[in-house]
């Protein structure tokens, strides 16, 4: 009977991993993504009814494949571990509510979030996902700085020119998302020459904001995600070469380089003593 079992895991397991069950997959969430812009539009009964048949039969395709990498999953306590894992198990899940009676709008919405299993069928969307998230709490610490430029400049933007115009720079909370616009430079160049008018030398406010946001701390987060990336795809670079470091974590560059210096001590001193 373990043998049995055994053999059967091996068999989901050489199933799951074989390329053309995984472009299956990613061709049927396609199609899933194509039936939801489908049905946006004005369709004929017939073609409404063929679409909820591929609905069905794409939630079943589903079932079956989340079943078969459960069950080719050698340790299934851990099978919960991974966040990708109860990510497509939520969507599966709630892919089988009915699309009828009061929790139509429910089981709409959910249909539509199986798009988001692309993200984790294909490894590189993955890597930019980890990567995103794992920078997160680095960008924090930059949208506080942030915030605070923000409110600084909003309460002095308040003080200022709330008498020009009460719309824009009525309060802090108007002044902020006034300077969100400026920072984002949507028409920005209207608020600041309406302010000119009635105070000449407000440019130097708003330059000043805008090198502040613009070019110094949306370019500190973008850096920020570029490290964190470079990161991770060091460690799935290392991961798909079978390199690992200690602990069982992935070799990083430095430590293959150190160990490739390592390596080349060693040989000139051989080389040396072969020589003497």
């Known amino acids: ?28 969430i396609i199609m899933s993504a ?27 395709f589903f079932v079956i494949e989340l079943t078969i990498r459960f069950l080719a999953f050698k340790n299934k306590k851990h099978f919960f571990k991974s966040g990708w894992n109860i990510f497509d198990t939520i969507i599966v899940i709630g892919s089988l509510i009915p699309a009828g009676g009061s929790g ?8 539509v979030f199986r798009v988001l299993r692309l993200v984790s069928m294909v490894p590189e969307l993955r890597l930019l996902i980890n990567a995103l998230i794992k920078a997160i709490p680095r960008m924090g610490y930059i949208a506080l700085l942030m915030f ?6 909003a309460a002095i933007g308040s003080i200022m020119f709330h008498t020009i115009n009460e719309v824009l720079w009525g309060d802090v909370s108007i ?21 000119m008018a009635v105070h000449p030398l407000s440019w130097i406010y708003y330059l000043t904001f805008i090198f502040l946001t613009a070019f110094i701390f949306f370019n500190m987060m973008v850096g920020t ?20 470091g200690e602990g069982g974590e992935p070799a990083s560059r430095a430590q293959i380089e150190r160990l490739e210096h390592d390596l080349a ?7 040396n003593q072969k020589k003497e």
Do not use: C
């Open 225 to 244: 995600i570029l490290e964190v990336m470079s990161e991770e795809h060091e460690n799935f670079r290392a991961e798909s070469h079978g390199e690992s």
């Open 34 to 60: 194509l039936m939801i812009g489908a049905k946006t539009h004005d369709l004929s009964p017939e073609v409404v009814t063929v679409l909820s048949f591929l609905d069905s039969a794409i939630t079943v």
């Open 148 to 153: 605070v430029i923000f409110y600084i400049y």
């Open 104 to 111: 139509v709008l429910l089981a709409r919405l959910l249909r």
């Open 265 to 271: 001590e060693i040989k000139s001193i051989l080389i």
């Open 1 to 28: 009977m373990a043998s049995l079992v055994f053999r059967l895991q091996r068999r989901l397991k050489k199933i799951d991993s074989s390329g053309i069950f995984q472009w299956s997959i990613i061709a049927v």
């Open 175 to 195: 002044s902020m998302l006034t300077l969100f616009r400026v920072a984002t430079f949507e028409d920005w160049t209207d608020v600041m020459y309406e302010t």
